[in-house]
């Protein structure tokens, strides 16, 4: 597999985004799926609960749409702290199993774009400081916390 480039062109702005941990945060905490599908007018059926994915934008309009129904600001930093690596899949398993930091890093450098092709996660080291850089086609600020 060709290892990603920080500078790589970003394409397939229609690429799927596994939206489950989303959702299922809005179930508990008593939202309705069928109101967010009629307020973003998306078909009900891209937001089953089980492995659902949407595009770039419907995933991002979500994720805002959620913050101010849910009242949360910050919603994308709560996620993150409350998140489960194993429910985004191998690339939560590569994370959880990386021998070293280092080698977690470079696992989320390259395979990011299994979990979303529209973007990237580069890293790069100078002294003492790691910087990673997220970089999408289309991003919300959640979306950019979250992640």
């Known amino acids: 597999m060709k290892r990603l480039s920080p500078n790589r062109k970003i394409q397939n702005q229609s690429a799927g985004i596994a939206a489950g941990y989303l959702l299922r945060h809005l179930k508990s905490e008593g939202v309705s799926i069928r109101q967010a599908a009629d307020t973003l ?19 991002n ?13 910050f919603l994308g930093i ?9 429910e985004i899949g191998i690339l939560g398993y ?8 280092l080698d ?3 696992a ?4 990011f774009s299994l979990l979303q092709e529209a973007s990237s996660v580069s ?5 003492d400081i790691c910087k990673y850089r997220y ?4 991003s919300s600020r959640q979306d950019r916390e979250f992640t």
Not at 61 to 73: N, P, T, V
Not at 135 to 138: E, N, Y
């Open 123 to 127: 890293f790069r080291i100078e002294g």
């Open 104 to 106: 977690s890093a470079l």
């Open 108 to 111: 989320v450098e390259r395979y």
């Open 61 to 73: 309009d979500l994720f805002e749409w959620a913050a101010l129904e849910l009242g949360d600001e």
């Open 94 to 101: 590569l994370i959880l199993n990386s021998a070293t930091l």
């Open 41 to 59: 007018q998306l078909p009900l059926a891209t937001l089953k609960l089980k492995n659902p994915t949407l595009g770039l934008k419907p995933y």
């Open 78 to 86: 709560h996620m993150a702290e409350q998140g489960d690596l194993s």
């Open 135 to 138: 970089q999408a086609a289309v």
